[in-house]
């Protein structure tokens, strides 16, 4: 059975930092493209950050400079470093990849990790 299992969300004071991660297990070939979604409470699902197997990201415009996605291919593990958080970055982060496992290659969600930041 794949799994993608996200940590790190909490509470976290306006200006504050919080590193997320997400691990990627079971029977899988190989890690493709990594992305971390987020969405608040009334709102729909968006794209914060993603990276490719060979390193390439790409980010939200609005998030560019606070926000920095990495990934250790070794563990099949992408990160999301997140400084100068502000009230408006709450939100429950999903953890997303395509995977390639026996019978094809999949995308896969995480369960989720909430992020809230407040004073």
């Known amino acids: 059975q794949v799994q993608l299992v996200e940590s790190g969300g909490g509470l976290v004071q306006p200006g504050g930092s919080l590193r997320l991660s997400c691990a990627a297990s079971g029977s899988i070939f190989s890690v493709r493209t990594m992305r971390w979604y987020r969405q608040a409470p009334g709102m729909q699902r968006e794209l914060v950050a993603s990276?490719?197997?060979?390193?390439?990201?790409n980010y939200a415009d609005s998030l560019k400079g606070r926000f920095t996605i990495s990934r250790d291919n070794a563990k099949n593990t992408v990160y999301l470093q997140m400084n100068g958080l502000k009230p408006e970055d709450t939100a429950v982060y999903y953890c997303n990849a395509d995977l390639s496992r026996p019978g094809g290659s999949y995308n896969y969600w995480g369960q989720g990790t909430q992020v809230t930041v407040s004073s």
């Open positions: 990276i490719t197997s060979g390193g390439s990201t």
